[in-house]
């Protein structure tokens, strides 16, 4: 193997030599400047050329050239409707009063819908308008004018006409057309090949059981070819590199024989095992080694033997939005089409968020309407939060050298999901408890066109945001320490002066998670306080942190006497993801999480988990159907299998507060 060099001549990679990458931080517009500049230099920028197709693989191809009519639609004067041809002339002065009789054979032809024109006649009269005599003689009762209820030649299409613009991408009915026009094949640009090489030691495919831990299951290419097809390319997977320069050298050599454009993807930022930049440096030019947006700022942008090598970032999320903005838009130049723009929709942000100063970043968020007001809920912002794309309905972009967004600040969103998707959501925000996860499955069901999207902030948090007015319920299940009941005291406290139905959705369990077999035997509050213990709690303001601090000053054990305190997860399955993970011994959860990750569960205590509704969306139409769905035996019977709940009183109004 040569030894990769610098432009400089030093050594850029090697196994043992090789030349340290630092990211940089280009703008997004200078990165694309750069990176269009140079593949306009390698003349790698214009359109693909075009090739033939049949009718029947057209759909959705780009047409590469004007398409014109090969004959005319109709190619001959046919009869527009059923009844006689006549000539317009005949039924001069014809009325209901004083009718025309027009001889058959001499003066009318039967026709039906679609038939030619019989020679000389020009004009037809609906078998409505017609009344027989005899086999010889009809009456017409109005006049008709020439060429009237006639579908004459080339009404549709004249032969030579243009059917078709070149850049078009084909329709169902733009190949209905075509057919009418005679055209059966179609030169449509050729899809741009796209190679995508995924590298890393740990990756394994998808369906590997058991996965050991450092293993990391490859769907990155798995997205990246789906989205590359919805873009009009054509995605190939090849099998997983090893982090080795020579190994991904050859690979995006290999790839770069038959394909337009080559992904590498991981290895694009700036570690001991990141090599994607110096291979591109060592084959062509490297232009961009690191661009100032988030997530996604290890990109690298270079040419290769005259043709573009893109490196993304190997966490999903940063692979998905730089794919985005880089690959996508190069697939549209090559293909004749404009950059895509997504619509956008107004909204008010229902959370402070910071954002870095020296980068453009991309936040997902949830959206719903509530009253008058769309509102934006920010979703988890981590790179390798793959369900942060799957849960987003659209993003907000934050510039460059902006500390972020207060809440309630107005923003513009980039739709992901069409907006009358959006206007059916129910919007929930409060506390996590895995029946609300059952209730958007069984609304998908029961009532497709409705969603429930529920945001994960706390009992508190939920009731401040319906003081707000930035949800139409909130889970809650806060205990009141002084009288020993749920929810009441809050509500006036946070809701003064709101009209409220408080319903009850369960009563569950709360307890301690901890791993199969219990190994250091924890079952009690008391146990939290042993020093080889750790402690993963709840957020602030959640129901269950009030819970643990009310037991806690019970049984006079302080905070600072509990490991892991401070140390604080957004759900019960978060919780329980941390016991599983080893990182913790215990968290306080209910028994459905604990399940779900197959851990082993010490109830404590029963509480009762509300939903906090404003009467105003408690009598809406959209809210209708979950009423109906907290009142289904087969539902309740689900919730109860999951563990640890109580439904009784499931779907019954509790209080109601004005």
Avoid at 42 to 60: I, K, R, W, Y
Avoid at 123 to 138: F, G, S, W
Avoid at 389 to 404: K, W
Wanted: glycine residues 10%; contains cysteine.
């Amino acid at each position: 193997m040569n030894t990769p060099r610098s432009h400089d001549g030093e050594p850029a990679a090697g196994a043992e030599n090789r030349r340290r990458y630092f990211l940089s931080d280009i703008p997004l517009d200078e990165a694309r400047r750069r990176f269009y500049d140079a593949l306009e230099q390698a003349d790698s920028l214009s359109p693909m050329p075009g090739e033939t197709v049949s009718l029947d693989q057209a759909l959705g191809r780009i047409t590469a050239s004007p398409i014109w009519a090969a004959r005319s639609s109709p190619h001959y004067d046919a009869a527009a409707m059923d009844g006689i041809a006549v000539r317009a002339a005949d039924t001069n002065g014809a009325t209901e009063t004083s009718p025309v009789n027009l001889a058959v054979g001499s003066q009318i032809v039967w026709v039906d819908t679609g038939d030619p024109m019989p020679p000389g006649y020009d004009a037809v009269v609906m078998i409505e308008h017609v009344h027989r005599i005899d086999e010889q003689t009809v009456q017409v009762m109005a006049p008709v004018a020439p060429w009237q209820h006639v579908r004459t030649l080339g009404e549709d299409l004249v032969a030579t006409e243009l059917v078709l613009p070149e850049n078009h991408q084909l329709t169902p009915v733009d190949l209905g057309a075509c057919a009418a026009a005679g055209v059966t094949q179609i030169p449509v640009r050729r899809r741009p090949k796209v190679a995508i090489i995924p590298t890393g030691n740990e990756l394994v495919p998808p369906g590997v059981s058991p996965l050991k831990p450092g293993d990391i299951v490859e769907f990155n290419s798995l997205m990246l070819a789906g989205l590359i097809q919805d873009w009009g390319g054509d995605g190939k997977r090849f099998p997983p590199v090893p982090d080795d320069f020579p190994a991904i050298r050859d690979a995006v050599l290999g790839a770069l024989e038959s394909h337009d454009l080559v992904i590498v993807n991981a290895g694009s930022s700036a570690g001991s095992e990141d090599y994607t930049a110096a291979v591109v440096e060592d084959l062509g030019q490297l232009l961009v080694h690191g661009v100032a947006v988030r997530p996604g700022h290890p990109v690298v942008l270079g040419v290769v033997q005259g043709k573009p090598v893109i490196g993304l970032p190997g966490y999903p999320v940063s692979a998905v939005l730089t794919a985005e903005l880089f690959v996508r838009p190069l697939l549209d130049r090559w293909l004749g089409q404009a950059p895509q723009v997504r619509p956008t929709v107004g909204a008010s942000i229902t959370r402070k968020v910071l954002s870095p100063l020296g980068e453009d970043e991309y936040l997902r968020v949830k959206l719903g309407r509530v009253g008058e007001k769309m509102v934006a809920t920010p979703l988890q912002r981590g790179a390798g939060i793959i369900m942060s794309l799957v849960r987003a309905d659209g993003m907000v972009v934050i510039p460059r050298f902006s500390e972020g967004l207060d809440a309630g600040a107005d923003v513009q969103v980039q739709l992901l999901q069409p907006l009358e998707k959006i206007e059916n959501t129910i919007v929930a925000i409060g506390s996590h408890d895995l029946t609300l996860d059952l209730l958007a499955s069984h609304l998908g069901k029961t009532d497709p066109g409705l969603r429930l999207a529920s945001s994960h902030i706390g009992s508190l948090g939920g009731l401040i945001a319906l003081r707000r007015g930035e949800a139409h319920l909130a889970g809650s299940h806060l205990l009141d320490e002084v009288t020993g009941e749920y929810n009441l005291s809050y509500i006036r406290r946070y809701l003064p002066g709101v009209p409220v139905v408080l319903v009850n959705l369960v009563g569950r369990v709360q307890g301690l998670m901890v791993p199969p077999g219990n190994p250091k035997s924890i079952h009690t509050l008391e146990d939290l306080t042993r020093p080889e213990i750790s402690f993963v709690n709840r957020q602030r303001g959640s129901g269950t942190r009030v819970l643990l601090d009310y037991k806690l000053n019970e049984l006079n054990i302080g905070p600072e006497q509990v490991s892991g305190y401070r140390r604080e997860e957004y759900s019960h399955l978060a919780v329980a993801a941390a016991v599983k993970a080893g990182s913790a011994d215990t968290g306080l959860g209910i028994l459905s999480a604990a399940r779900a990750l197959e851990l082993d569960f010490a109830p404590l205590m029963d509480e009762r988990y509300d939903l906090v509704i404003p009467r105003i969306h408690y009598q809406s139409d959209l809210l209708q159907p979950l009423w109906a769905l907290l009142n289904d035996t087969t539902f309740k019977q689900e919730v109860q299998a999951m563990g640890g709940y109580h439904t009784e009183d499931m779907g019954k109004i509790v209080a109601e507060l004005d």
